[in-house]
């Protein structure tokens, strides 16, 4: 029986109980008690193995626990469960099934999966299904974290306009009643306030600026309650309720008709953070049934809790829809890659530091595709904050995960966040028994890994990363040399090529009533944002101390930077509050402007237009600094050529200095009271300092609240109302939710697989294209495919929003694929979301020109380079191509998530024979392509491609198993799950 036989064969694949686990499996007999706890159970993987089970890594171990337990002789197989255990051996040589326990999904990706079941059970119940059993088979958890926009900061709460443009003071006041909040508010009345918020003490050494400070905003550390004048938060948060009703509305109906969807409301935090603080078990415990905890997400960052034990990491929303349905992830059983910690880090180095130089030697050593797995001496010295700050930067160096396996610093973590001591202690008594504790003083056996690399922590120095991409990394006391030598390098990725004569223009600027002078290098962005950092006490802390010494120094910040400080949870606004430090980066302009992803994905307020004009005029390269986890070019702002990522207290300290083209070791960061200069030193805070506040602040109070919060929801939230149906009632006029039309020929059997005849090139692109060239992000350009579809739909600019808020409308995300302002087509010549419509001749968008093909009936193929698809996983990368018409990708490489994502949506993944390209085959991307598909096809099976020129190469096929052909044949995954239902 073939595997697509398999899955059909069952049906629905019922939700697993722990009361039915074991039950037919062959695998019953190592079901056990746990010790001192008779009414646990659990199976006892370790007892399976002997000594093969000993030298598996940890990672493998978790994967061998689940086949066991989700053994089933259809879709996981024991055959499946002896490959996992024979890991060593048949590692990279077998396809094996994953079942995670849980889902996490995120907003921007978590719509369109809510949004294709919904449209699922409209085609099932046409098809004569019933609708009603379309739901998620695997728990869901879903954050609502990426609507947040930044239309208010500190330096701009008086009049600025939003990513769309308009007047968002006036479309608040609209919005929302709370135009000003009273000076002082008295306390609410809340459980635990231990005294009035106006008592707040801003600092134990307040300094000479204690007046100022001592009025500025900040919280009430018993029970996060805003103080004077919330203005940025109250303000946007107002805006994104009010811009983005329909998707909530949406969402709380998907919480109540889709079982086992849980939806995490706005304002908590974002989906990766409150996976670790909230979400996260270590270990599951349903009915008395212990196992592992496990998760995939539709976020690339999903590997964060990999630091804390917990076997997790992100795939495709297609892929996850899948899994959410009860089919397994298939992979290829991986290599897993030992890397060994030794060293101590230097003082000066932060977490980010660490993250930045393993990425940078984990991307030299080649573990695209692999589990790297830690261990070591120098392990032990790492906070779980600073191992999940380092899984955080899993999809930066191309692992599936980065896995650190619990050990007593991860139960002394989870003992001080106010995890149930009971369930502590059960847990440890479970892990041990199946040997995923690891222990290295009594460790008699080590794991055996497919090889080990060896990072000496005392090796990393302080670094950023820029200015175009993640993994280029530069030593802060490099940085003002590698700047000038990017100045001086070819266009590409380091370089700008700015002529000599022009490297030390000036360009002076009005602003607020001074002049400022702006030169290449110069600081127009400065954001703290969440992603890597904020889940670290330790650098979030510093960045706080770093900015007390620096107000009270006397340093500032030049106005018009756009600052901003977006913490990923409350808990980081609690710490920086109760620990003094928050006034002080409010008076930096470091102010709270609420909780989500903001500026790393691009939702930041445009510059002041003086300062916009300025650069434009003057050809300046400006830069922004932020401390997350992406930085690629035109992402922040489509005139900020320079994106540099830092560890946070590095972005305030390039935040003072107003530039990147300054030397630390020798230059003073400006100059404080009596005109002193006051260089990085005299204000960086030691980690004696971090240590005694981190201490007294990041207590376990904070996780509990934290944890009531979201428990709780918010007044909006909880207000807001929903449909009861069981079909959703779709709004024809809706501009963010509409029925997607991969259904629309949903049919209990498929067609043949078609051959593809005539093809024209949409596109043809070089090397290292990602997901945000493809995907549609950030906010909708005025003159886009996708604003002249909203127009038409009588809505303004300002009513825009960004694409991410309109993942739901597939008519929107499909004009918007392929709109990256930074798209270079071959066939333009020059950055640009336009191509050619051969045919006529005319240079057009690209839906556009899609638009004309799909009419003339035409299909259409992309060309490509090398590692096509990098970047973070997403489903409209898929999506919107397959509705544009695209039929195949033919590239030189794909990135390995992106490849499965094009199978999954049913466009062919096709790579040219290794040294072959378009220009070694002499192809000019004007060509029309016949590619013909056999009645069966096989893994990476060769296939000819015929051009209108009469030229023939082969390709390869890039499916790497029964199950990707199976799905590509039925149409992508989404066609084949649907189908399921009408068995």
């Known amino acids: 029986m073939s595997s697509l036989q398999r899955c059909l064969a069952i049906g629905l694949r019922p939700k697993r109980y722990p009361a039915e686990f074991g039950r037919g499996s062959p695998y019953q007999p190592v079901i056990e008690t746990l010790g001192n706890y008779p009414q646990k159970r659990f199976y006892n993987v370790a007892k399976l193995g002997g000594t093969k089970y000993d030298i598996l890594p940890y990672s493998i171990r978790v994967f061998f626990e689940s086949s066991v337990r989700n053994c089933d002789g259809l879709l996981v197989k024991e055959t499946d469960a002896m490959n996992i255990l024979d890991w060593k051996t048949k590692q990279n040589n077998v396809e094996v099934p994953f079942c995670p326990a849980r889902v996490v999904l995120q907003d921007f990706t978590g719509i369109p999966a809510m949004v294709d079941f919904a449209a699922m059970r409209e085609a099932v119940r046409n098809a004569g299904g019933d609708p009603a059993k379309v739901n998620p088979a695997c728990p869901t958890d879903l954050t609502v974290d990426h609507s947040l926009q930044i239309d208010f900061s500190k330096c701009a709460i008086q009049n600025a306009p939003n990513p769309g443009g308009g007047d968002t003071q006036k479309a608040a006041a609209k919005l929302s009643p709370l135009r000003a909040a009273p000076r002082k508010p008295p306390c609410r009345g809340q459980m635990g306030c231990k005294g009035p918020c106006g008592a707040a003490d801003p600092g134990r050494n307040s300094g000479q600026f204690s007046a100022q400070i001592e009025n500025m905003p900040i919280l009430c550390p018993f029970h996060l309650q805003p103080v004077p004048e919330p203005e940025t938060v109250l303000r946007n948060q107002e805006m994104e309720f009010g811009r983005n009703k329909e998707r909530l509305q949406f969402f709380k109906w998907s919480s109540k008709v889709f079982k086992t969807v849980s939806i995490i409301p706005p304002e908590t935090g974002m989906a990766h953070q409150v996976n670790l603080e909230y979400l996260s078990r270590v270990v599951f415990e349903v009915k008395d049934f212990l196992y592992p905890d496990s998760v995939v997400g539709t976020d690339s960052h999903t590997t964060m809790v990999n630091g804390l034990g917990i076997l997790g990491w992100g795939v495709g929303g297609i892929e996850t829809e899948a899994v959410m349905l009860g089919m397994p992830l298939t992979l290829t059983l991986p290599e897993v890659v030992g890397c060994e910690l030794t060293g101590t880090a230097s003082l000066l180095a932060t977490s980010i530091d660490i993250v930045l130089g393993i990425t940078k030697q984990l991307r030299q050593a080649d573990v695209t595709g692999k589990l790297v797995e830690f261990f070591g001496t120098g392990v032990a010295q790492l906070s779980v904050a600073d191992r999940t700050t380092i899984a955080n930067m899993c999809p930066e160096y191309g692992a599936i995960l980065s896995f650190f396996p619990v050990d007593n610093v991860t139960l002394k973590h989870l003992k001080h966040t106010g995890f149930d001591k009971a369930k502590l202690e059960v847990m440890e008594a479970y892990l041990k028994a199946v040997k995923l504790f690891r222990n290295d003083e009594s460790s008699s056996t080590e794991p055996e890994y497919s090889q080990i690399v060896q990072i000496n922590l005392s090796s990393i120095v302080p670094c950023v990363s820029g200015p175009k991409r993640s993994q280029d990394r530069v030593a802060v006391n490099n940085m003002k040399s590698d700047f000038q030598a990017c100045l001086n390098e070819k266009s590409g ?472 052909i199976a799905l590509y044949k039925y149409g992508g995954s989404l066609n084949f799950v649907a189908r399921r239902f009408l068995q």
């Not at 944890?707 to 079909?727: C, D, F, H, Q, Y």
């Open 493 to 964: 990725v380091k370089g700008f090529q700015i002529a000599v004569e022009k490297q030390n223009d000036i360009v002076p600027v009005q602003y607020e009533g001074n002049e400022y002078k702006l030169s290449h290098g110069c600081i127009v962005i400065a954001a703290v944002i969440s992603c890597t950092n904020n889940c670290n006490p330790s650098v979030m802390l510093a960045a706080g101390l770093l900015a007390k010494k620096a107000v009270e120094a006397g340093l500032v910040v030049k106005p018009y930077i756009r600052t901003s400080l977006s913490p990923g949870s409350g808990m980081v606004t609690h710490y920086l509050s109760s620990s003094g430090v928050l006034p002080y980066l409010n008076k930096l302009g470091f102010e709270v402007v609420g909780y989500g992803c903001s500026t790393c994905v691009g939702n930041t307020a445009p510059l002041p237009e003086a300062i916009r004009n300025a650069i434009k005029q003057g050809d300046i390269i400006a830069c922004g600094i932020l401390s997350g986890t992406k930085n690629f070019e035109g992402r922040l702002c489509d005139c900020v050529r320079a994106n540099y990522l830092a560890s946070p207290p590095l972005v305030v300290a390039y935040a003072i200095a107003g530039t990147v083209r300054i030397d630390f070791e020798t230059e003073p960061l400006g100059t404080g009271f009596n005109g002193k200069s006051v260089y990085l030193r005299d204000i960086w805070p030691t980690r004696r300092e971090l240590h005694e506040v981190e201490e007294e602040c990041v207590i376990s109070s904070m996780f509990k609240e934290l944890k009531e919060k979201m428990e709780k929801g918010n007044k909006r939230w909880n207000s807001l109302e929903a449909p009861l149906s069981t079909l959703f009632p779709w709004d024809l006029k809706s501009t963010y939710i509409r029925c997607p039309s991969f259904f629309d020929k949903l049919a209990k059997e498929p067609a043949p697989v078609q051959a593809i005849e005539n093809a024209h090139v949409l596109l043809y692109l070089g090397d290292s294209v990602t997901t945000d060239h493809i995907s549609p992000a950030g906010s909708i350009a005025r003159s886009s495919a996708a604003a002249k579809y909203l127009t038409n739909r009588g809505l303004t600019p300002r009513e825009f929003n960004s694409y991410g808020a309109r993942r739901g409308n597939d008519a929107v995300m499909t004009r918007g694929t392929f709109a990256n302002i930074k798209l270079l087509n071959k066939f333009i010549g020059k950055p640009a979301p336009k191509t050619i419509h051969f045919p006529s001749g005319q240079t057009l968008d690209v839906f556009e020109a899609a638009e004309l093909y799909q009419k003339e009936g035409i299909p259409v193929i992309i060309l490509a380079g090398k590692k096509y698809g990098l970047g973070s996983s997403r489903d409209w990368a898929a999506k919107g191509p397959f509705l544009l018409g695209v039929k195949a990708v033919l590239a030189e490489s794909f990135e390995k998530a992106h490849r499965s994502q094009l199978i999954g949506i049913g466009i062919a993944p096709l790579q040219f024979l290794p040294g072959e390209n378009p220009s070694t085959l002499n192809l000019t991307g004007k060509e029309q392509f016949s590619i013909l598909f056999p009645q069966e096809l096989s893994p990476r099976m060769t296939l000819d491609i015929k051009t209108s020129t009469g030229k023939v190469f082969s390709t390869i096929a890039l499916f790497e198993n029964d199950v990707e």
